[in-house]
């Protein structure tokens, strides 16, 4: 079958795309990846056939950058999506109010640039099954134009399939009048000018592949999961030679993630102040601190070394304890083994899945706010010397690899396709 990818230039999402797509492609599928131009070296670079549509937007992004815009949304989940954790904001009003703005400033300027140009591959190529992110909107419009089965596959917590139920139990007990739906009203004008009418899978999917085991996800009443296990991929790395062989003392990592950076203005802990804390303990600290960063910093620990970048896949293994944003990449690559973790979280999904981690008993959590030196000192050493961590990180690992892996998933991909090709359900 031909399976057409669809992602917006986000290199983060992006990646824990990538394995399902090498997975179907060794499959003996046909598989293509739909993005914006600029985008498609990062797909290339992948070993994927990348297929440029529409054009940049990446002065739409870079303004909002430069406007502090990402960091002004940067702390909690943006509106209305914020309905998620915060029970208070469950009402019709909130959520109707808030989804016409999402749909206005959002998801239409993310979807605008690729809709023409992806609809008109689509319709060439004509894909048997589309797989999108829950951001990249313009997919499903495609996938209705053709008639293609279509799924979303998720990058951390179900937030948007989440509120979009919340959404419509609060629309049905609202008056005739009074049930407007700003995302149908605007994905079912494309879903008309292709020849078909809007239908709820527009929004969540046909169905939803979730790479992250039950102990951490939150799943939206009446939407179908199938789960995947997550495969680390992080682009090009080099394995460094310090890596090769176990270290002498117990290993403790630290990262905050590459966002942090790329992104965002930097990290939301005090780095010399957490670094100084392990400073005096037993270990060997490698922290993974970019170079604006790293500028930043007074002194560093005689115990701790400092690199850009490294594997996360090849770190993790030979830790004893892992300290990390709650990113759910990170999560999920450390969660592939037995390593607790102590999770610093900001904002968006993380301090859902770092009390989810800490509930399951795997790992300890603290919000950015509350990451003295000295509460991260005590965490670590509660990780390193409680071997109840470990026995749970055990667990989580068990739970992970137990998941059908990319490959063992494609079959379940292939009769998914089947039933849904050519549905309007």
């Known amino acids: 079958m031909r399976v057409l990818f669809a992602a917006n230039p986000h290199k983060s999402i992006f990646q824990y795309m990538v394995p399902l797509a090498w997975a179907l492609r060794t499959a003996g599928h046909e598989v293509r990846f739909a993005s914006q131009p600029s985008f498609a070296p990062t797909i290339t670079q992948a070993g994927l056939t990348a297929v440029p549509v529409g054009r940049d937007h990446a002065k739409l992004w870079a303004a909002r950058a430069t406007g502090n815009g990402f960091d002004q949304g940067r702390a909690g989940i943006e509106e209305p999506y914020d309905a998620f954790t915060e029970p208070e904001k469950d009402t019709w009003d909130y959520l109707a109010t808030g989804m016409a703005h999402a749909v206005a400033d959002r998801h239409r300027q993310a979807a605008f640039p690729m809709i023409a140009d992806l609809v008109e591959f689509a319709l060439h190529w004509k894909p048997d099954l589309v797989i999108w992110d829950p951001l990249t909107l313009a ?67 046909h169905f939803t592949i979730d790479q992250f085991p039950g102990s951490l996800q939150t799943e939206a009443c009446g939407l179908h999961y199938e789960r995947m296990q997550f495969i680390p991929y992080g682009g090009p790395a080099t394995v460094a030679k310090w ?47 970019a170079d604006a960063e790293k500028a930043k910093l007074r002194r560093i620990p005689d115990n701790a070394r400092l690199v850009p970048y490294v594997p996360l896949h090849h770190l993790a293994p030979t830790c004893s304890a892992f300290i990390h944003h709650a990113g759910a990449a990170t999560l999920a690559t450390v969660a592939r083994h037995p390593v607790p973790h102590l999770s610093l979280h900001y904002h968006w999904d993380q301090p859902i899945l770092a009390r989810k981690l800490t509930e399951h008993g795997a790992g300890l959590d603290l919000h950015t706010t509350e990451a003295t030196g000295g509460a991260v000192r005590t965490a670590v050493q509660r990780l390193l ?41």
């Open 139 to 205: 997919a499903p419009i495609a996938a209705k134009a053709v008639g293609a089965a279509h799924a979303r596959l998720l990058f951390g917590i179900d937030i948007h399939g989440g509120v979009r139920r919340q959404f419509l139990r609060l629309k049905a007990q609202q008056p005739e009048g009074r049930r407007s739906d700003p995302l149908a009203q605007w994905l079912g004008g494309y879903a008309r000018k292709y020849g078909g009418e809007f239908t709820e899978d527009m929004v969540t999917g």
């Open 243 to 289: 890596l090769w062989k176990q270290p002498e003392k117990p290993r403790v990592a630290l990262t905050m993630g590459l966002s942090a950076t790329d992104v965002y203005s930097g990290y939301t802990i005090p780095t010399q102040e957490v670094l100084d804390s392990l400073a005096d303990l037993d270990i060997e600290l490698v922290a993974t601190i």
């Open 385 to 425: 010397g409680e071997p109840h961590f470990r026995s749970r990180a055990t667990a989580l690992r068990d739970e992970t690899l137990a998941l059908p892996t990319p490959n063992q998933l494609v079959p379940r991909l292939e009769e998914l396709t089947a039933r849904h090709r050519g549905t309007t359900a």
